[in-house]
């Protein structure tokens, strides 16, 4: 069984940074996706040997991995109220995926960590 941890949102400021982690299982591919009210989950970003973004995020976030401590990092800098959701980290159970940003591909999901951006 894959565990995917969440951790580390919260409330911050519009322009403000947050880091969120995820504690991963050794996956090749992870991702974080996010759902706001009202709204489908959307892809943020992938990592793999290669680092994929949503295009609203770029130059604003940064997917990393920590190798050694199993863990998954997305720097959030210049955050803005369009940003609050509910962030998921994510895994396919394939260890290379053809679509990084399909949430059809990833079959293992955190519980979430809840963003919110005050304007």
């Known amino acids: 069984q894959v565990q995917l941890v969440e951790s580390w949102g919260g409330l911050v400021q519009g322009g403000g940074s947050l880091r969120l982690s995820c504690a991963a299982s050794?996956?090749?591919?992870m991702a974080w996706f996010r759902q706001a009210p009202g709204k489908e989950r959307e892809f943020v970003a992938a990592?793999?040997?290669?680092?994929y973004y949503a295009d609203f995020v770029k130059g604003r976030f940064t997917i990393s991995r920590d190798h050694v401590k199993n863990t998954v990092f997305l720097q959030m800098n210049n955050l803005i109220s369009e940003d609050t959701a509910v962030y998921y980290c994510?895994?396919?159970?394939?260890?290379?995926?053809?679509?990084?940003?399909?949430?059809?591909?990833?079959?293992?999901w955190g519980q979430g960590t809840q963003v919110t951006v005050s304007s």
């Open positions: 050794g996956r090749t591919v």
């Open positions: 990592i793999e040997r290669s680092t």
């Open positions: 994510s895994a396919p159970w394939r260890p290379y995926l053809s679509n990084y940003k399909a949430r059809r591909n990833y079959d293992y």
